[in-house]
Nanobody, 120 residues
């Protein structure tokens, strides 16, 4: 079983910064793209940013230039640096990865979510 544990959410004033972390653990035999999604109340979950195993990134237009995604050398931890935060960035942020566990099969795994609140 693969687990994703997120941290770093919280409350911040508009213009501030937060850094989210997501660490994958368990019996991992392979791990591919890792990404961050967010879901605001009453809205659908949306992709914020993703990074492949070779560090190719994809950033949503709504956060481009403000958010940066990165990954550690072991490729099992992903970070989301969020700068110049806006009230519309308020949401629950979820980490997601596609990984191969002990079963040998590839599955999508989600973290439990971390709340980010930006006040105006």
């Amino acid at each position: 079983q693969v687990q994703l544990v997120e941290s770093g959410g919280g409350w911040v004033q508009a213009g501030g910064s937060l850094r989210l972390s997501c660490a994958a653990s368990g019996r991992i035999f392979g791990i591919r793209t890792m990404g961050w999604y967010r879901q605001a109340p009453g809205k659908q979950r949306e992709l914020v940013a993703s990074i492949t195993s070779v560090s190719t990134t994809n950033i949503a237009d709504s956060v481009k230039g403000r958010f940066t995604i990165s990954r550690d050398n072991a490729k099992t931890t992903v970070y989301l640096q969020m700068n110049n935060l806006k009230p519309e960035d308020t949401a629950v942020y979820y980490c997601k990865t596609n990984a191969q566990g002990a079963s040998g099969y590839w599955f999508d795994y989600w973290g439990q979510g971390t709340q980010v609140t930006v006040s105006s």
